[in-house]
């Protein structure tokens, strides 16, 4: 089995391109946190969309395992943690 492990992409599109551009040479890409830029002129929730559409890319070449990273946390859940809302 070969699987591609990113993390911290941090809305970098060319870096999205290129992990999308390889991933079908890959059985799993891992997408392991931290997909947004939450310091970025660009508003957070644009970002996710774009983002979302680059997840769905994935998933059409290949498995795709993601989760959040610290910094694609934007508010709290009801228990008072910090969440990817
Ligand atoms: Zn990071």
Redesign the pocket.
């Known amino acids: 089995m070969r699987l591609l492990l990113v993390a911290?992409l941090?809305y970098s599109l060319p870096q999205f391109d290129w992990v999308l551009d390889i991933a079908s040479d890959f059985d799993v890409v891992v997408l392991a946190g931290?997909h947004l830029d939450l310091a970025s002129l660009v508003d957070g929730r644009a970002q996710s969309i774009v983002v979302r559409k680059y997840f769905d890319r994935l998933r059409a070449k290949t498995k795709l395992v993601t989760c959040s990273?610290n910094?694609d946390l934007d508010g709290k859940n009801p228990a008072g943690e910090k969440a990817a809302k």
Do not use: P, Y
């Open positions: 911290d941090h931290d990273g910094h």
